[in-house]
């Protein structure tokens, strides 16, 4: 029997990469320093929880394969992005790297350019000069998201059924957005933590 654990992530400002300070800025002024503050502790306590729940599964890693949302490979160069976002501060992928030292190994979970094309439109976001470009942005990005978080789903889903192996368990860190469950082979049978 396959297996997978869906745990649904809420991301940290440290999972922003380079649009980290355009967010938090446009966070600050939507809800106040204080309330956003707030809200990053709030995000920490999840994440500490969610570890909490992945130690009490005692899990034999050599066994454990890793999606990550948003992760386009696997090998040294997925690797190298989990040891470098996990030293930013990334709650998620200081989990996953937790994972691999204990020997889980991480797989490539997206299409690249299904990523860039989403990343393109949160820059656009991010960047705007002005409010009325931030509206435009906004709504052109609206426009486009379901489908491509349909086509990111897809992806997402044929990656697992085309690595995660017969009396393996998979962990899927996944934004609470999408919706892999009935994209997945009916022999993977999925738990949740969240």
């Known amino acids: 029997m396959r297996k997978l654990i869906l745990v649904r992530i809420v991301h940290n400002l440290e999972d922003m990469g380079s ?39 005692d899990l034999d890693c050599s066994k454990v394969k890793i999606f990550q949302d948003g992760l386009p490979c696997n090998g040294d160069l997925g690797l190298r992005i989990v040891n470098e976002s996990a030293a930013k501060g990334s709650f998620n992928y200081q989990i996953v790297k937790k994972l691999i030292e204990r020997g889980a190994v991480i797989e490539a979970t997206e299409r690249p350019e299904l990523l860039l094309r989403e990343y393109q439109h949160l820059q656009a976001i991010a960047n705007a000069r002005t409010e009325n470009e931030r509206v435009d942005s906004l709504r052109q990005y609206r426009e486009v998201k379901d489908t491509l978080l349909e086509e990111r789903d897809e992806a997402i889903a044929s990656a697992i059924d085309a690595t995660l192996k017969e009396g393996e368990t998979g962990i899927l860190f996944i934004g609470a957005f999408h919706n892999i469950s009935p994209k997945l082979s009916k022999d993977i049978e999925i738990t949740r933590i969240s």
């Open 19 to 57: 649009i980290r300070e355009a967010f938090e800025n446009i966070g600050v002024a939507q809800i106040g320093k204080e309330k956003w503050e707030e809200k990053q502790r709030m995000i920490e306590q999840f994440w500490l929880g969610v570890e909490r729940a992945i130690d009490a599964l």
